[in-house]
């Protein structure tokens, strides 16, 4: 099995692909990487024993795209990035799934495009495991649908069931619908008609309206809602996770007595900030297309990078787009 | 002046409400009470030296709205409620402000059949300060409005300025609208209108889009969403302090090492729990109604109560009712 990586993106670019590439092949024997960028540069920053091994391979792109380029820019004006020749690997079979650290609406616009969406699918969503206190929370959408359709959300609710049934190796995973309250009466038009929509399916284990603490609790496997709304839960999230992290820090630095019992304390705090680290979270699915697509944080680092290219090994193994298929036939 | 306080709501009732109305008297000498509720008890919970005090009186009330009332029911039924009583108070201009830490569905309903909204403002929004990293964040709609149009996040925008010069004491707060980036295009049509509106009304500095992350970062003083939006980030967060905590618990009790480690540190993690401690955030604002009522948060502790106390009494003395209409009218 092949991943095509995106090696140019990213805020850190090959210097965070490479070593990730490298660590992953070691790590698991099934899995073959084509890193896609600048071939010379690859090349030189390769290890000598990867630089003629059919274990990582060179697909030669001569454009990157940018973290600022408008996406259909990008789309339109780089056709040769490294972001797009990755995606062209899928289409054209080369490579299972791929991987991209880089600008988020230019990889959802360029797989839309070059990928398409699975038939009867209106729109792909970003999908993402969050950390729960029983297991992972797989959220969607996490930001790729500002404007969502009551139809959508229940796509979205498919989508992540068989997310989770690849990753997770869950037969019948939860599936819980965003909302205000937990009441049937509550929430707007389009959340109540999806309520209905969801209700109604008898392929989906449905428990109803969840709030949002309820992403951090880990009673539902599967949380469905708005591009905006996701959006909002991970980066809100993200950032009360720093605000909690710099009191941590302020607290245990306040004074000398504080920062030797900080010392003491170091391998607990070490530990914390390890189960806190962005690293093990990283790595969103683009799904509901015609191959797998997924998104890396882009100031992700080597761990973060690693954490990302598991997730992808996991969804290519799995073939997930053949499950949603099949959820939304049947 | 005096403050209705709804004495029988919340999880607690008056064995919360009784201790911090009576620490809040002490506390600040220009504020008076008028508790709510069943009288003879309220009376056999008093001190003594309150039993027969100006500072504190008490209006009986034969009902109580319960959580799981429904608003309608709570407000067609439960017309001798203390949750209504108290509201009736404030209309009655008996009362400055009132403050409840009941149903908060009833309360946004009761409040606004009675008190009205203010001239020209659409719907009234829940209102909060949330800790950052440089001060306190206002944020609205919390969750009262799940359908929300751009008119009505251009009058939120209004109220939180308001609430913010009232309370901060900060003339020309600074605003931003909360969406999926930061860039000019980003945004479903309803904020992408909210942003024309807020960008061409001169009376607003206003900052633009803001991210979820920008709660807590604290370079703005008021960030404005719809309900469904802000009721997510607020319960999110929520999840996401009690996820965090669970973990810091778990590694300092990890094994006796670790639970030696933790008696050390003791002082320090308890500052880090009081920074933390969602008492120090309570007290909501149902703000652009004519008259003021804050809602506390229903399981709130004593200090947490007579924080929302404190909430109140700030905006009673600066009369954020007035600030909005004129605000509104210029």
């Known amino acids: 099995m092949y991943i095509a990586i995106d090696a140019m993106s990213g805020d850190w670019g090959l210097s965070v692909a490479i070593p990730a590439a490298v ?8 899995l073959n990487l084509i890193l896609v960028g600048d071939k010379e540069q690859i090349v030189s920053m390769l290890p000598a024993e990867y630089k003629d091994s059919s274990r990582i391979l060179i697909q030669h792109a001569s454009e990157v795209v940018l ?13 040769d990035s490294s972001m797009r020749v990755a995606i062209d690997l899928v289409k054209k079979n080369e490579a299972t799934a791929c991987l991209s650290s880089g600008n988020t609406g230019a990889l959802m616009a ?21 950390p729960s206190q029983k297991g992972w929370v797989y959220t969607l959408d996490l930001g790729a649908n500002v404007d969502v359709s009551a139809v959508q959300l229940h796509q979205f609710a498919l989508m992540g069931i068989a997310m989770v049934q690849a990753i997770e ?3 019948k995973p939860t599936v819980g619908l965003m909302n205000v309250g937990s009441e049937e009466s509550k929430g707007n038009k389009i959340t109540q008609k999806a309520h209905a929509l969801i209700s109604n399916d ?5 428990l109803g309206f969840v709030e949002g603490d309820d992403i951090y609790v880990g009673n539902v496997d599967v949380i469905v809602m708005g591009g905006l709304e996701g959006n909002i839960a991970l980066k809100t999230s993200e950032g009360l996770a ?9 607290e245990f630095k306040a004074n000398i007595l504080n920062k030797i019992i900080a010392l003491i304390s170091y391998p607990i705090l070490k530990n914390i900030a390890k189960k806190l680290s962005p690293s093990k979270y990283n790595g969103a699915c683009l799904i509901g297309l015609n191959g797998i697509v997924v998104k890396s944080h882009g ?11 598991g997730v992808t090994r996991q969804l290519a193994q799995n073939n997930t787009p053949e499950k949603i298929k099949n959820l939304i036939r049947t």
Chains 1, 2 share one sequence.
């Open 67 to 79: 973290m600022d380029d408008h996406p259909v820019q990008a789309l339109r004006q780089k056709k």
């Open 202 to 206: 008898e392929n989906i284990n449905y």
């Open 299 to 309: 100031n992700a680092d080597v761990n973060g990078f690693l954490q990302a290219i």
């Open 110 to 130: 360029t797989s839309t495009l070059v990928l398409r969406t699975i038939k009867s699918i209106e729109r792909p969503a970003i999908c993402a495991a969050m």
């Open 169 to 171: 190796n869950i037969e």
């Open 242 to 250: 720093k605000y909690i992290s710099a009191i941590i820090k302020q």
């Open 23 to 30: 660590t992953a092949v070691k790590k698991w024997d099934d």
